[in-house]
DNA sequence: CAAACTGATTGCTTTTTGCAATCGGTTGCA
DNA sequence: TGCAACCGATTGCAAAAAGCAATCAGTTTG
């Protein structure tokens, strides 16, 4: 909530939504992640989120229409959050964020793997990814066998890192 | 400064440098409005920053080497701050951020226009636009005429709206 | 010499953040 | 049936950041 309309700039207002430093970072665990709840999110944190600011963080993007939660039908105290059409539009501007990353501030070359694989496969990657995120968290119809999943793919790559067997990059340790 | 690491992951290291609520708009300013100088920055924003935080902010990106800052020859009291490389590849961020704000925020039609145009524009259009601002900032050569600057076409278009002579969108009053 | 302007700084209050502990309810297992 | 582990949170508290208003010393302008 707390719209405060600063301005009507877009930037400005973009910046009210996400303007803090947690915001993305759920969204990121969620997209890149595959995380759907609250105990995924607080433990699989990288970062080390409290509970009462993702909870506090989670109410706020659902009241955006960024997030919708839903009860899991398989047990009645689990909720499962889902990407609205909204956070599924942010790839590729997480995209971009993690491309500036990688190239200007000290990142890990396990974490940035991603990144860059995802800044090769350009808009036809992060459309291909967006649809995906679609069907996983909207249901919608997923296109005829379109080869392995872009999260699947991130994933191996960074298996593969970690592993020190780095494709075309130099092992960590 | 206060570089957390709280992880290094390049979304992450990103937000640690961008995940407040003004230090992009204070880069918008001087990307967008061509601003230079505190004063500038200070009374031309539109938010409304105060100049603690302002001075904080400036000391802040220049630490990250996002922002230099220079004697102003003609006023031995003014200082005129540039943008490096750095700041310059964060316009495909502005631009991506800002036509995601259009789409899903309570956007003005005056302040929307210039991202509107720059999202159509593309990467062709930001490609051009960063030029311009390396040569202002940086002294880079311009390369041959390329017909009227970037930030001219987004600021006379911008002026039309207000004017309520809109090229091709409804008169906003 | 005075007024206006330069880039800030200081003191203060309000708001937000972050940590640690805890809550009532649910589930799985012995 | 009991009980530990887990579920999505909530509360209390301290620290940090944001925001406001006043002010600063030096510079330029008239």
Chains 1, 2 share one sequence.
């Not at 759907?36 to 706020?60: C, P, T, V």
């Not at 995906?132 to 960074?158: I, K, N, W």
Request: with cysteine; proline share 5%.
């Amino acid at each position: 909530m707390s719209m405060d309309r600063r301005s009507g700039c877009p930037i400005n207002l973009s910046l009210e939504v996400f303007g803090d430093r947690w915001s993305l970072i759920i969204l990121r665990d969620m997209i890149f992640g595959g995380r759907r709840h609250f105990r995924e999110l607080l433990n699989g944190s990288m970062e080390g989120i409290a509970s009462n600011i993702l909870a506090d963080r989670l109410k706020r993007l659902m009241g955006l229409g960024i997030l919708t939660k839903a009860d899991d039908p398989s047990h009645k105290q689990k909720a499962i959050y889902s990407l609205t059409e909204m956070a599924i539009t942010l790839v590729p501007i997480l995209a971009h964020l993690g491309a500036w990353g990688r190239v200007w501030l000290p990142v890990s070359a396990e974490l940035s793997i991603r990144a860059e694989l995802l800044e090769k496969g350009g808009p036809q990657m992060w459309d291909k990814f967006m649809d995906e995120l679609r069907h996983e968290h909207l249901g919608m119809p997923l296109d005829t066998s379109a080869g392995p999943s872009v999260r699947a793919t991130l994933q191996a790559a960074y298996e593969a890192v970690v592993a020190g067997k780095a494709p075309g990059a130099s092992p960590a340790a």
